[in-house]
Nanobody, 124 residues
Framework: QVQLVESGGGLVQPGGSLRLSCTAS????????IGWFRQAPGKEREGVSC????????YYTDSVKGRFSISRDNAKNTVHLQMNTLKPEDTAAYYC?????????????????WGQGTQVTVSS
């Protein structure tokens, strides 16, 4: 059974940090780019970051540059999103997704597999 499972979300104060993880089962992530997306209530889904198959290339949306860092451990079939200096506007449900594309992109409909999401709430 092909599955992506996110973990690591929670409630954190502004300025705090969280590390999200995305673990795959039923398939190997080696041949997939991995994207992190988020969706806040009443807003459209937003591509936050993505990473190439070998981890050599990454992309970040402008609002998270310098604060978020994406990495992958193909041996553990896992991708991480380290989120630092969190702001209230980062509050959203975060989803990871896998696409067998070679090129990096955050075009959500083109991703093949999606996780169920993990909630991140930044509030004092």
């Amino acid at each position: 059974q092909v599955q992506l499972v996110e973990s690591g979300g929670g409630l954190v104060q502004p300025g705090g940090s969280l590390r999200l993880s995305c673990t795959a089962s039923g398939f190997t992530l080696d041949w997939y780019i991995i994207g992190w997306f988020r969706q806040a209530p009443g807003k459209e889904r937003e591509g936050v970051s993505c990473i190439s198959r070998n981890g050599g290339s990454t992309y970040y949306t402008d609002s998270v540059k310098g604060r978020f860092s994406i990495s992958r451990d193909n041996a553990k079939n896992t991708v991480h999103l380290q989120m630092n200096t969190l702001k209230p506007e980062d509050t959203a449900a975060y989803y990871c997704a896998a696409d067998h594309s070679v090129e990096l992109h955050t075009t959500a409909p083109e991703y093949d597999y999606w996780g169920q999401g993990t909630q991140v709430t930044v509030s004092s």
